[in-house]
């Protein structure tokens, strides 16, 4: 069956940096569109990143962008998430997502998540 596990979250000073990881099983990693999303409390889920099925697009949400880099290892069957220069807004858990299609403005409608990842930008 589908199966989406992430890992990489923790405590991270602001400033800091962490690699998220996603690890896929159950499917063709290439066939489907991955995102992260996160949420934080008392927020609702809102996207982060998402990668088209032949990695050759990527959105960003603003608040991200230039910070963040959304990757895909076919072989090892993960796709990563690498964030960098931290802040406090980043603290959320973090969740990947597979959705049957891209869209410019990110992965809608996801079909399956993982369990998420705790990140926490404190000092």
């Known amino acids: 069956q589908v199966q989406l596990v992430e890992s990489g979250g923790g405590l991270v000073q602001p400033g800091g940096s962490l690699r998220l990881s996603c690890a896929a099983s159950?499917?063709?990693?290439?066939?489907?569109?991955i995102g992260w999303f996160r949420q934080a409390p008392g927020k609702e889920r809102e996207g982060v990143s998402c990668?088209?099925?032949?990695?050759?697009?990527?959105w960003y949400a603003d608040s991200v962008k230039g910070r963040f880099t959304i990757s895909r290892d076919n072989g090892k069957k993960r796709v990563y998430l690498q964030m960098n220069s931290l802040t406090p807004d980043d603290t959320a858990v973090y969740y990947c997502?597979?959705?049957?299609?891209?869209?410019?403005?990110?992965?809608?409608?996801?079909?399956?998540w993982g369990q998420g990842t705790q990140v926490t930008v404190s000092s």
């Open positions: 997502a597979r959705s049957g299609i891209y869209a410019p403005y990110g992965c809608p409608n996801p079909l399956d």
């Open positions: 159950g499917f063709t990693l290439d066939d489907y569109a």
């Open positions: 990668l088209s099925h032949s990695g050759g697009s990527t």
